[in-house]
């Protein structure tokens, strides 16, 4: 922990740990990518991005269109480029990777090996875990919070709605006791995007998320072309997501099968890449309404400006990224009213109905009327820029470092009492009981591990230019 005299001369330095990245375009990859630029864009702090680097036959399996990398620098160079094209700027961050392995039947990268070793001892002062307890589910090594001054965590993932849904309740209730011991042990603090995730210990709500800069400005011509007159929208309604059940398509077919007769002459495109597209299809073309099924497209691509309404009635999501992305580009949004959505309802675009009919109405509504122009204080409040500044204040970040770090101080020296040193010891030990269970691979496997998760192997070490274990310690390995 850095001496009082060592804050005054040091800079903050966040580093931010996330489970997923580019060129795999999934909001655990892309929003904190976005945070650690905005985070280290005044330059009164330092930034490290940390994510997963995979080997190139899971390169194979997640990213998009053949995209691999040879070595991390050329990985790097990648994430840079998307960044400062989408921003505008030169990102000031740093960029470091962690060694991962794709979980076929999570669809998700889990860690390899003790991951806060990625961060000097000496550098370490803050963390982020984006999606901490994805991040601590297998951890086994350096306790997060003796490694970091603070460690804040960022809940992206309603986990528990997936698994209810994909398999049953009752492991959804073992998780859910899961995730909020695990998030106890590890995390000073818990930025929570919306109510839609479980309550955990030490939280709070607040959608520390923005939008990529790039939808701001469709959302500003659309906005000179209302103001001049100009018929800025020319097509109806649509929907984009990843292709799967659970993502509200599942939602969406549904109310349009239910409400064939009312929306009658209704037209609906739906886009898409995922495992469900060929049954999506296949239940599109059962309705009388005309719903088309397209192939998964960016969201900024031209072909979608013109659309007035985009349909949004998924209830899996914490804060719908697409709904976001197209209220910032001037569109009525029609969603549920959902704890996902709470924020969006500051935004007079935004429609939300409690069940069918009111789904019917506000659809009939939205496709007759024009939307209202974005005011420049909404388009703040979607910003990156608004994200930030709601991240550091949600964090207790906002404050300067001799602050912060008194108050880092009072809870030990003015709740030093039998109840706060029981409650140490409690988290103690179930940080060791963790630990323990953790280290062993039949345990691992019993929760869900992968093998091969527990210690780095010699190719990735190889692939991140990391030295090789002492021969003295893989023969010791082998003896045990």
């Known amino acids: 922990m850095f001496k009082p005299h060592e804050l005054m001369e040091k800079k903050r330095h966040i580093a931010i740990y996330t489970t997923a990245s580019l060129p795999w375009m999934t909001g655990t990859a892309v929003n904190p990518l976005f945070r650690a630029a905005y985070v280290a864009k005044d330059g009164t702090r330092k930034a490290t991005l940390v994510i997963p680097w995979l080997s190139p036959t899971d390169q194979e399996l997640v990213y998009p269109e053949k995209i691999t990398f040879n070595s991390a620098a050329e990985h790097e160079a990648y994430v840079r480029n998307w960044v400062e094209e989408r921003t505008g700027f030169k990102c000031g961050f740093d960029i470091r990777f962690y060694p991962g392995r794709f979980a076929v039947d999570k669809r998700s990268i889990l860690p ?21 307890e994805h991040l601590t589910w297998y951890h086994h090594g350096k306790r997060w919070k003796t490694k970091f001054r603070l460690v804040i965590g960022v809940v992206h993932t309603n986990y528990l709605e997936y698994v209810k849904r994909e398999k049953n309740g009752m492991q959804a ?9 695990l998030i106890s042990i590890y995390c000073h603090k818990v930025i929570r995007l919306s109510a839609a995730t479980q309550d955990l210990p030490r939280s709070v709500i607040c959608n520390v998320h923005g939008v990529n800069p790039k939808f701001l400005e469709i959302g500003k011509k659309k906005k ?30 549904e109310l349009l099968k239910d409400h064939q007769n009312e929306l009658a002459g209704l037209e609906v495109d ?37 659309y007035r309404v985009f349909l949004n009635p998924s209830t899996t999501d914490v804060v719908c990224t697409t709904s976001a992305e197209a209220l910032a580009m001037g569109k009525i949004v029609v969603c549920a009213n959902h704890p996902s959505n709470e924020f969006f309802k ?44 709601r991240f550091l204040r949600a964090a207790e970040l906002d404050q300067d470092q001799t602050t912060a770090t008194k108050m880092s101080k009072i809870p030990s020296k003015k709740f030093a009492s039998v109840s706060f040193n029981l409650r140490r010891k409690l988290e103690d ?20 591990a992968i093998p091969g998760t527990l210690h780095l192997n010699e190719e990735q070490r190889k692939e991140l230019g990391l030295p090789a274990r002492p021969v003295k310690q893989r023969s010791k390995s082998l003896k045990r």
């Open 429 to 448: 030990a179930s940080a060791f009981v963790h630990y323990t269970a953790s280290g062993f691979e039949l345990s691992r496997r019993a929760f869900g």
């Open 173 to 181: 209730n073992l998780l859910k006791h899961i995730n909020s011991w």
């Open 224 to 253: 000179e072309e209302l103001e001049s007159g100009e018929q800025a929208f020319t097509k109806g309604a649509y929907y984009i997501g990843k292709m799967v059940w659970n993502k509200g398509y599942k939602e969406l077919l």
């Open 270 to 306: 739906l886009y898409g890449n995922g495992e469900d597209s060929e049954e999506v299809k296949e239940a599109a073309k059962k309705l009388d309404l005309a719903v088309r099924v397209h192939p998964g497209r960016d969201h900024a691509d031209p072909l979608f400006h013109g």
């Open 112 to 132: 390899v090996g003790d991951i806060t070793e990625v961060i000097p001892d000496e550098e370490a002062d803050i963390a982020v875990l984006e999606e901490p």
């Open 346 to 389: 500051q935004f007079p675009n935004c429609h939300t109905y409690d069940d069918g009919d009111g789904f019917v109405a506000l659809t009939r509504k939205a496709l007759a009327e024009v939307p209202a122009p974005l005011t420049d204080e909404q388009m703040h409040e979607l910003s990156w820029e608004a994200a930030t500044e």
